[in-house]
Every structure is written in structure tokens, then in C-alpha cells.
């Protein structure tokens, strides 16, 4: 039996704990560990980026036949990237009114903490970008986006899928899917790649979306599929007086990387075409 303490970088799973709604959306994947006896081993750091850093995370069932399972075809391991937000004044991105101009929190007195910026109004901020993020992904992941499944968020912490291989030369050595801005594409891979940016553009703007801060450096290759992450700043487009210009911005960035490597794609055109999807 293993003790309740199970020392430093481990913690029994916290599926169950959290309340429903701080879980991922149904159907859950079947590769995902949802049982009880599940112990979760982090493993390292995965990325820094400027308001929270991602780690790797195993989550295992002990080496016990006698240890209960939520259902009897239940995973046994699986890999799942942390992300954990980090108190404003520890990050490198400050601009949060930009995105959360539309927002509000449920309770007035969280409202009015993070009105005046107390203690606890930081850490309701800290608690909305990873509570925005887990809704964001759940919404986008069941209407088709290709994004991480979310797997449940618990204050500053969200949990997702990793993406990338899963093994690498040993047992204990998953590899990450590099950043699309890492990658160097031949003409085939990349128009396929460029497809999928427009489907995944589109599919957001008809939910009435805009990424936000989308740029090859938040769009993992997986291979040839492409998976869109970092989606905290998910902005309203009908809500958010800023949306039109970030949509516009996320049109540039990305196509200004595909015409970079000799593929021409016209921002503009772009724009009009999810403007359209979107009205």
C-alpha cells in the first residue's frame, strides 16, 4: 500500500475532487486515467511562456491488480501537460485588459477584489485566466478545434492533454511536438498546414471567436496535424471592442509566416473570409 504522503512531485489524482463542471467535457478520451488509485508524477518542465510555465505530468495506476478502476476498461498511464498560472507581477505579459475587456466574474465581492487589486483580488485573476483557458478549450475541443482535450482545471492549475510522442528512445522520455515556428516544412506539408490554419480560424470565428495571440508559436506540429494552444485571451467578437483588430493581427502573423517560407497567403482576405464566418 502507498501512504497518503506520497513525497515531492507526486500527488494522488485529483479527478474525482474537483467539482463537475472543472471537468473535461464528455466524451472523455479513453486514453485518459480517470481512476481514483491514479497517482500523478510530475516529470519536468515542459515551457516557460509569459504568464504561466506548462510541466509534465504521468498519471499512473500502482503496479496493484487488487487497485479500483472507474470503469473496467479504464487506462492505466497517461501523459498530461500542467498549466499553472503564475501571479501578475510575476509575468512577462502585462496587456490583460486588451482581452478582458468583456469579462466579469460571477460574485460581486471577487469583482470588487479584482477592482482594487487586493491579495485576493490576484489570486481571482490568476484563477480567471486558468478558468477562461479550461472553458475555452472545452468549448473549442467539442465543436471540432484541434486543441488539447481539457482535462480539469483546480484554481491556477489546468490540466490537459500532451501532445507529441508519447515514448521516445526510453520509457521514461516523451517528446513534445515542437512549435510550428520550429519546424521547416516542404511545399506539400506546408499548404496542408495552411489548410488547417484557415479550417481551425474559421471554425473559431463561426463559434464567434478570435484567437487572440495566435502565432506559430502558439500552434504545435504534431506531424502533419497541427494543434492551436494558449487560448486564455479567447476574445468575444461581438462582445470585445478589440476583436476585430486581434483577429486581424492573428491573420497577419500567421499568414506573414507561411508567405515567409514561399507559400503567399493574403492576410487580408483572410480577414474578410472569417468576418464572413463570423456574421
Known amino acids: ?16 475532487s474537483v467539482e463537475k463542471g472543472a471537468r473535461g467535457p464528455d466524451p472523455v478520451p479513453s486514453w485518459l486515467v ?54 501578475r507581477e510575476h509575468r512577462a505579459f502585462h496587456r490583460d485588459s486588451v482581452y478582458t475587456e468583456d469579462r466579469r466574474v460571477r460574485r460581486t465581492r471577487d469583482q470588487r477584489a479584482l477592482d482594487r487589486k487586493s491579495s485576493w483580488g490576484r489570486l481571482v ?23 488539447p482535450y481539457p482535462v480539469q482545471v483546480d484554481g491556477t492549475e489546468v490540466l490537459m492533454e500532451f501532445v507529441g510522442t ?30 488547417q490554419v484557415e479550417d481551425a480560424m474559421t471554425t473559431l470565428a463561426g463559434l464567434g471567436y478570435a484567437h487572440g495571440d495566435l502565432s506559430p508559436y502558439n500552434v504545435l506540429a504534431d506531424g502533419d496535424r497541427l494543434v492551436v494552444i494558449d487560448v486564455p485571451q479567447i476574445v468575444d467578437l461581438a462582445a470585445n471592442p478589440f476583436s476585430t483588430d486581434l483577429l486581424h493581427r492573428d491573420c497577419r502573423t500567421m499568414a506573414g509566416w507561411f508567405t515567409a517560407r514561399g507559400l503567399a497567403v493574403d492576410p487580408d482576405e483572410l480577414l474578410a473570409r472569417l468576418l464572413a464566418a463570423a456574421w
Open 34 to 87: 480517470t481512476a481514483d488509485a491514479a497517482i500523478d508524477t510530475e516529470l519536468g518542465v515542459l515551457k516557460t511562456g509569459k504568464e504561466a510555465d506548462v510541466f509534465l505530468l504521468r498519471r499512473a495506476v500502482p503496479d496493484d491488480p487488487a487497485a479500483p478502476r472507474t470503469w473496467p476498461d479504464a487506462a492505466s498511464s497517461c501523459l498530461l501537460a500542467a498549466k499553472r498560472y503564475r501571479a
Open 166 to 195: 508519447p515514448d521516445g528512445d526510453r520509457d521514461d522520455a516523451p517528446t513534445a511536438a515542437p512549435r510550428l515556428a520550429q519546424t521547416r516544412p516542404g511545399r506539400e506539408l506546408l499548404e496542408h498546414y495552411w489548410a
Open 1 to 16: 500500500m502507498l501512504p497518503d504522503d506520497l513525497g515531492p512531485d507526486r500527488r494522488w489524482s485529483t479527478w474525482h
Open 125 to 147: 485573476a490568476q484563477s480567471q485566466w486558468a478558468s477562461a483557458e479550461f472553458a475555452a478549450l472545452g468549448e473549442l475541443w467539442s465543436a471540432g478545434v484541434p486543441v
